[in-house]
């Protein structure tokens, strides 16, 4: 069944920033940081020219071995395949896919499987990064050299794609360490072009008590260090299930929301929010520039119990 055919596109929170303390409605959809030129008219759409390059981020599939394993009643399959099929159908033609952790809930080899063949259906690029629902040696086995971690690089175009694992076995928050902060400040010296941080975790609260819990536990560290390197546009980030975006010294950070069930923002105990789910789009321009939105599949037929307690 066709889901993307039988749901309406939503774009939340439509903004572009005209400077660091000004938001405003944006007609094009599209949220710009940093100073970005104004889109060409004429001639070759912006999207299609050299300069743009699209990433398309899906977070939090939580897939199960079975195709109708459920979390919270969203059978996570179909809902990451629908949203899969929306982001290839509505965005620029991708570069890259970035998965940013809690891939398979039950940690098994079909559900990693499946998750494979999906991407590889896709045709694109992918990169897959842990979350803390994740088995980092499946992930190694069965997606192969998309499984990225602790630090690693990727270059695309005139931009550094940087892969941090924020997870620790059998913690649901995060820790970098002091290893991976050393790793981290290495590639950032070493290469000096326009980056993109992505992460599991989140580094600073999302001011939802229980959330901001089992954030990134020394994301101060990680903060100073990004502070540090003023090539470093952005910290994106999963495991948050909402959409979330903060400026700080010159980059932002921001939260994504899954592809299957959505917590409440700015709640101090656990909540399952009613919002569809939804993927990031993610422009980068060859000035250092940055573009990014949120679109959901507004209509999406599937809920999840807003009665759990947990997950
Ligand atoms: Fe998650």
Not at 100 to 110: M, N, P, Q, Y
Request: charged content about 20%; aromatic content about 6%.
């Amino acid at each position: 069944m066709n889901w993307f055919g039988n749901a309406h596109l939503h774009n939340c929170y439509i903004l572009v920033l005209i400077n660091k303390e000004q938001i405003m409605p944006a007609p094009n959809g599209l949220r710009t940081f940093d100073v970005a030129p104004s889109p060409t008219t004429g001639g070759a759409r912006p999207e299609q020219t050299a300069q743009r390059l699209t990433l398309l981020q899906l977070t939090d599939p939580h897939l199960f071995a079975e195709p109708d394993g459920q979390l919270l009643g969203v059978t996570t399959r179909r809902s990451f395949e629908a949203v899969l099929e929306l982001a290839l159908a509505h965005s620029p033609p991708a570069d890259a896919l970035v998965l940013t952790g809690d891939l398979v809930h039950d940690e098994s080899r079909e559900g990693y499987r499946a998750l494979r063949r999906l991407l590889d259906r896709t045709g694109l690029p992918y990169y897959c990064i842990p979350g803390n629902h994740d088995s980092q040696p499946l992930m190694e086995e069965l997606l192969g050299p998309a499984a990225l971690g602790p630090v690693a690089v990727r270059t695309l175009g005139d931009w550094n794609l940087v892969f941090l694992d924020s997870t620790e076995p059998g913690r649901e928050g995060g820790r970098i360490g002091q290893a991976r902060l050393a790793a981290l400040g290495d590639a950032l010296v070493a290469k000096r072009s326009p980056a993109v941080i992505f992460l599991h975790q989140h580094p600073i609260p999302v001011q939802s008590a229980w959330m901001d819990r089992l954030s990134v536990e020394d994301g101060d560290e990680l903060i100073a260090l990004c502070n540090r390197h003023h090539q470093v546009k952005a910290l994106v980030c999963g495991h948050v299930h909402q959409e979330f975006a903060q400026r700080l010294d010159g980059y932002w950070v921001l939260g994504t929301p899954s592809t299957c069930v959505q917590f409440e923002p700015r709640q101090s105990k656990f909540a399952i929010d009613a919002q569809p789910p939804g993927y990031r789009e993610l422009t980068l321009l060859a000035n250092g520039a940055l573009e990014t939105r949120v679109v959901r599949l507004d209509g999406y037929p599937e809920r999840p119990s807003r009665t759990a307690g947990g997950y």
